[in-house]
Structure formats: structure tokens, C-alpha cells
């Protein structure tokens, strides 16, 4: 069994099931109608008849997708764009077959995918390709070997609008820029500029606060702050899914922090666990109490978060798959209006992202203020 992954099943179908390459011919043409046995339009499938099995998977649905199966190669197409976990859940699998993977992107940033290609350049057991326009050639048999985007190509993008920012990151493989549409990516290379994204001192004199996005079959993730008259020192982060409050109970225990509060978004009172019980009854139980959230909207949540980031400092270690996640949340693209919606992609992103909004709306530092004052707490069933 071979997977070719894309970062979601729509991705998978659109541009490779259904894709059609410059010459004309569809890529699920190149599979010779003599070896196929079997297409399965609905599992993106093709059965050979050697008996091997190709099968397009989106990342989006990895935990499900690796359930039973037992693939031998895998290409993560777009890696730069993918849930990180994905490589995580699939690695174990091939290394235990003898298999192999590849990855292939574009940059976005200095994300997951940076960092797995330096790790490759400097590990003698990975090979690694840095191709840039200069390095992309028609050079196979019967081409003339010219570059496939010219020089010419790029100055009549730039002529035509297109920010030097993508330029360098579409067609030099710049790891400078974030992924284009990102709500927050400007601000954090800012912050990466003035070094506030470096090592963060944990101070056991303060309180430890944590802000919470809870998920059932997404994942939960919690960032951990300390306020320091304007500062807000973001010095943790975690995340994990299909775990129960127990488990992050014991997470929080294991750490050395004296806590101050635990903010939940509003859904906490409604959402179950899977026991029947209410999570925040659960959560009192465990010795959580929660306070919740007022209902804002996602615009205002945003605008919050880009208020607060400059007064944040974050530890580059413990925070790196909370960052990754804030400079991969971004717009929806609209096809059509050929344009960004103001409409926030939900995929991997999204729960620490959220997580975060919960921080900005309701984080008060010294000399700090915004158009959000009043909180609703309730911990415990009781509103105080």
C-alpha cells in the first residue's frame, strides 16, 4: 500500500484525483489500464493487479485514515500546509515496514516543514532538494532545458501587483514570509525581530494562568501565561486530542506552576466529555475550576489577539507547536471574488488559535485595556 497525502481529502481530489496535468492528461491516467483492477472514487483508491494499492489521503482525517491500514511509502504533498501530527502518526508505521516517505512544499514560514528540512541537510540517513526557479528546468529527453518560470516570468508578476514577500516565497523558496492570508504571520516575524520569541523565564513568584480551547474530536490546547505588569509572558503550551479532562488535569500537575485561573471558552457548559456529565462539573471534580468566557465572535477575538501579541513574549522551545499554529491560521479564499474572505480556515490551526482569542479577550495586564470589560465568570455551576 502507497499513500500520496494531501492537507485535506478536498485538496486530494481536486488536485490530484481529478487533476490534469499541462499536456492534457489526468495523473490517475499515468496508472497503465492493464495494472488496474479496481478505482474506488469514493476512498480515492486503486487496486493494481499485483495486488498493491494506491490511495489518496487527506491529513485532515489522518486518525481515522490510519486505523487498520498499513502503508510502505507515503509522499506528504504540501507538507508546509499539513497538521504536523500527521508525519508523528504515519512515521512509527513505515519505519516498522522497512518503508520509506518524501515531502514536498513550498515554504510557509518557518514552520514544521523548515524544521524537518534542516534536519535532513545536516542527517546523513535523509537526502534533501533545494529547488528554486534558477534550479527548474525543462530537461528531460526532447526539452531544451530552459527554465520552466523565467525571469521575464516574475518581473511581469511584480508589474502586476504581487508582493515581493510571495515572490521570494513562490518562486526563491523563502522561508521569511508566513503563509499568505495569515491572520497573525507580520506580527510574529515582528516579534521574532525584536527577539520576544526566544527563552522565557518561568518565575515561580507568579501565578501560572491557563486558556483553554476544549475539543472532543478535535484537539484541546492550552497556553500557559504569566502577567507581569503590561507583559504577558506566554512561557508553555500544549495540545493533544481524544483524551478526557484527566488526562489535562494530570498535565497540569506534572508541571511546577502555582496556578491563578483557568479561562474556558463559553461551549464548556453545553459540550459533554463522553460520560454524560457536564465537563465543567467534571473539571471542579478535578480540582479545575474554570471560569468561562463570555460568547464573542471570532472577528473580535482576532482583532483582540492582534492587540495583544505585541505585549507578548514567548518561549521558543515550549511554544513552537502553538506558534506554528498561530502563522498557519488564516482566511478562507474565495474562488470566485478571486479574493480573502475575513472568514478564518478551520483545519489544524484552529484549536490553538482559538485557545489564544480566549487569552486576548480576556487577559488584563497592567495599563492594558480594549473594548471587551465585562467577563461572566462561572465555576462550578454557580454564577458569581
Known amino acids: 500500500m502507497y499513500w500520496y497525502l494531501a492537507p485535506t481529502y478536498a485538496h486530494a481530489k481536486k488536485i490530484i484525483w481529478d487533476g490534469i496535468d499541462s499536456k492534457g492528461i489526468g495523473y490517475m491516467e499515468r496508472f497503465p489500464e492493464e495494472l488496474v483492477l479496481k478505482r474506488n472514487e469514493q476512498d480515492l483508491m486503486v487496486k493494481m493487479?499485483?495486488?498493491?494499492?494506491?490511495q489518496l489521503i487527506g491529513t485532515d482525517k489522518i486518525k481515522d485514515a490510519i486505523v487498520g491500514p498499513n502503508p510502505v511509502g507515503c509522499v506528504f504533498s504540501e507538507f508546509s500546509l499539513m497538521a504536523p501530527i500527521a508525519y508523528e502518526l504515519i512515521r512509527p508505521i513505515v519505519r516498522e515496514n522497512g518503508g520509506w516517505l518524501a515531502f514536498n512544499f513550498t515554504p510557509r514560514g518557518k514552520n514544521h516543514a523548515y524544521k524537518l528540512y534542516n534536519m535532513a541537510k545536516n542527517n546523513p540517513a535523509w537526502w534533501s532538494s533545494f529547488l528554486t526557479i534558477k534550479d527548474t528546468k525543462r530537461d528531460s529527453p526532447g526539452e531544451d532545458g530552459s527554465t520552466v518560470v523565467t525571469l521575464e516570468d516574475v518581473e511581469e508578476d511584480r508589474r502586476e501587483g504581487m508582493e515581493d514577500e510571495l515572490i521570494q516565497q513562490e518562486y526563491y523558496c523563502s522561508f521569511e514570509g508566513y503563509l499568505v492570508?495569515?491572520?497573525?504571520g507580520r506580527l510574529l516575524q515582528d516579534l521574532a525581530r525584536n527577539e520576544r520569541i526566544t527563552r522565557v523565564q518561568w518565575e515561580p513568584d507568579l501565578r501560572v494562568d491557563t486558556w483553554w480551547d476544549i475539543g472532543v474530536s478535535d484537539a484541546t490546547s492550552i497556553w500557559f501565561t504569566q502577567t507581569f505588569r503590561n507583559e504577558c509572558r506566554v512561557i508553555d503550551y500544549y495540545e493533544n486530542s481524544g483524551e478526557g479532562l484527566p488526562h489535562y488535569q494530570?498535565?497540569?500537575?506534572?508541571?511546577?506552576?502555582?496556578?491563578?485561573?483557568?479561562?474556558?471558552?463559553?461551549?464548556i457548559k453545553v459540550r459533554e466529555w463522553g460520560s454524560?456529565?457536564?465537563?465543567?462539573?467534571?473539571?471542579?471534580?478535578?480540582?479545575?475550576?474554570?471560569?468561562?468566557?463570555?460568547?464573542?465572535?471570532?472577528?473580535?477575538g482576532i482583532e483582540a489577539t492582534r492587540k495583544l501579541l505585541p505585549l507578548c513574549w514567548f518561549d521558543e522551545e515550549k511554544c513552537s507547536q502553538g506558534l506554528n499554529a498561530l502563522g498557519s491560521y488564516h482566511k478562507q479564499w474565495n474562488d470566485n471574488r478571486q479574493q480573502f474572505n475575513n472568514i478564518p480556515v478551520h483545519d489544524w490551526a484552529?484549536?490553538?488559535?482559538?485557545?489564544?482569542?480566549?487569552?486576548?479577550?480576556?487577559?488584563r495586564g497592567k495599563g492594558?485595556?480594549?473594548?471587551?470589560?465585562?467577563?461572566v465568570v462561572e465555576t462550578g455551576g454557580e454564577l458569581i
Open 49 to 54: 493487479t499485483n495486488g498493491s494499492i494506491f
Open 181 to 184: 492570508g495569515s491572520y497573525y
Open 250 to 267: 494530570s498535565i497540569l500537575s506534572s508541571k511546577p506552576y502555582s496556578y491563578g485561573i483557568h479561562m474556558a471558552p463559553h461551549d
Open 276 to 300: 454524560g456529565e457536564g465537563r465543567i462539573e467534571i473539571a471542579a471534580r478535578l480540582g479545575i475550576h474554570f471560569q468561562i468566557a463570555p460568547k464573542r465572535s471570532p472577528v473580535d
Open 350 to 363: 484552529s484549536n490553538a488559535a482559538d485557545a489564544f482569542r480566549t487569552l486576548a479577550m480576556n487577559w
Open 368 to 375: 492594558y485595556s480594549d473594548s471587551h470589560k465585562e467577563i
